[in-house]
């Protein structure tokens, strides 16, 4: 990463490569499922509705439906007009559900087997993408309208990382945490600020510093600079005196990213020093479309 014209300790955001990581995520995903006890199956997750066969059955549908919409040309777009992010996202929302519907009828067993193919064999056609062509779909929640495909393997990693971490927090297994899976999966998820703080104003050079306290010290930071915002890897040195950190724990800031950490619930976990104001629209931001 280039070092940031704008304070000393920030540094540009570069491209996040994660094609490499598909394989062995894959691997803990068929080492946890196969572990599974019968009832551990039916258990519920923070995934709405959804209990770990659901999660599961969304994976697969989430496989299939790349294979064939991007490997092989197969696609099938929404029946009716799509009228903006509102109507967007009801598609998709209707695609998931349909999707896990169908794997009803499949036993855990047959779930598991099926998976253990389509996993394997999205992770060898990611590996032999052009990371900087354009991706067949734009990251919309990283405020994207066309995104090159290591973005969209990315956007892919982190489904596959945090539908894996709702089943192991279902079955109380233990958590990816570890800084191989964990920083790239942030590095990608960070990039969904900008956009949340579209509205937010302040002065110029004000910083928001996003700090996770994990293997590792990790941090990312919005500097108001230009009229908007712009994100950066690191944290302030020394920290800016207009500067507001949020900081918090990798069980924390997951949940955030990925619409299972209410509103309510946040100031418990997380701790604020700085403006509390240009606090918020970080506690709303998601990875994901919602």
């Not at 009828?105 to 253990?116: I, Y």
């Not at 915002?229 to 507001?244: K, M, N, R």
């Amino acid at each position: 990463m280039k070092p940031s014209t704008a304070l000393p300790g920030l540094s540009r955001l570069a491209p996040t490569y994660t094609a490499e990581l598909f394989a062995p995520l894959h691997g803990e995903l068929m080492a946890l499922l196969r572990g599974l006890a019968p009832a551990d199956w039916e258990r519920p997750t923070i995934a709405g509705a959804w209990r770990v066969r659901d999660v599961a059955a969304h994976l697969l549908d989430g496989d299939l439906r790349k294979l064939s919409g991007q490997r092989d040309g197969q696609r099938l777009g929404p029946e009716g007009p799509i009228d903006g992010y509102r109507d967007l996202v009801a598609w998709i929302d209707a695609e998931n559900a349909s999707g896990v519907a169908f794997a009803q009828r499949l036993s855990p067993r047959l779930l598991v087997d099926l998976l253990e193919i389509t996993g394997r064999w999205v992770a060898d056609f990611v590996v032999v993408l052009d990371p900087h062509a354009s991706a067949w779909i734009s990251v919309l929640w990283a405020g994207e309208t066309r995104s090159e495909n290591w973005m969209d393997t990315g956007r892919e990693y982190t489904e596959r990382w945090h539908h894996q971490m709702q089943i192991r927090d279902a079955v109380k297994a233990p958590h990816l945490f570890a800084d191989r899976w964990l920083r790239p999966l942030l590095d990608l998820s960070v990039r969904a600020l900008p956009p949340a703080y579209a509205e937010t104003e302040a002065p110029e050079g004000t910083t928001v510093t996003l700090a996770v306290t994990a293997e590792s010290r990790m941090a990312w930071t919005l500097v108001r600079e230009g009229g908007g915002w712009s994100l950066y890897g690191g944290e302030p040195q020394p920290p800016a005196a207009a500067g507001t950190t949020v900081t918090a724990g990798p069980a924390t800031v997951w949940r955030l990213f990925y619409n299972a950490l209410s509103r309510t619930a946040a100031p418990a976990v997380i701790t604020v020093s700085g403006e509390t104001r240009l606090a918020e629209p970080l506690l709303l931001a998601r990875s994901v479309m919602v």
